[in-house]
Each structure stands twice: as C-alpha cells, then as structure tokens.
Nanobody
Framework: QVQVIESGGGLVQAGDSLRLSCAAS????????MGWFRQAPGKEREFVAS????????NYADSVKGRFTISRVNAWNTVYLQMNSVKPEDTAVYYC????????????????WGQGTQVTVSS
C-alpha cells in the first residue's frame, strides 16, 4: 500500500522561505506525475504545482509562479516545493498528490493523496 507523507509546514512571516517535502513509500511511483494542492479555510482545494516523472514538465498556478519551485528526486521517491517570498494568502493546508501518467494533476484523477501539512504565513 502506498503512503504519501508531507513534512516541512509551519508558521513563517511574510517574505520568508519554506520548503515542503513529500515522500512516497510502499512502491516507487514510476511514471507518476507528482505535485501539490492547497486548501485554505472555507475555500476549495486548488492546484499549486506539478512535475512529471522525468522532471521536464512543470506547471504552476499563476498565484505562485516566480515564487515557488517544484522538484523531485526519483531515487528517493520524493518531491519538494520550495516556497519563497511567501504571502499571507499562501496560508493553507498543503497536500501532496500523485497521478499516474504525464497529463499533469487533475483533482478528480489523483491516485494518492497525503494527509496534508499546515502552512501559516503571518503578515
């Protein structure tokens, strides 16, 4: 059984940096696109960033472009989200996700979800 576990969340100030990690265990997620969604209180879960198995396809939400960087190390079955210049509106629970294939991440087609990690940005 695959488990996806996030880490790295916390409380930071606006303008700070934070790195989220997501490690999958149970099997190697070969040919899976991995990435991140987030959900703020009272709002729907939204896409943040994704990266293909080969790493050559990366997609970002407009709200994080230029500030967040996604990367992965397949040998470690791990994906990272480097968050720079964070803003209070980045406050949310961040969820790691994995979907088999190379079509990006579609919220209705996710194969594996993590349990989420809280990121809180104070102004």
């Amino acid at each position: 059984q695959v488990q996806v576990i996030e880490s790295g969340g916390g409380l930071v100030q606006a303008g700070d940096s934070l790195r989220l990690s997501c490690a999958a265990s149970g099997r190697t997620l070969v040919l899976y696109t991995m990435g991140w969604f987030r959900q703020a209180p009272g709002k729907e879960r939204e896409f943040v960033a994704s990266i293909s198995w080969s790493g050559d396809k990366k997609n970002y939400a407009d709200s994080v472009k230029g500030r967040f960087t996604i990367s992965r190390v397949n040998a470690w079955n791990t994906v990272y989200l480097q968050m720079n210049s964070v803003k209070p509106e980045d406050t949310a629970v961040y969820y790691c996700a994995a979907e088999r294939g190379d079509e990006g991440l579609r919220i209705g087609a996710i194969d594996y979800w993590g349990q989420g990690t809280q990121v809180t940005v104070s102004s």
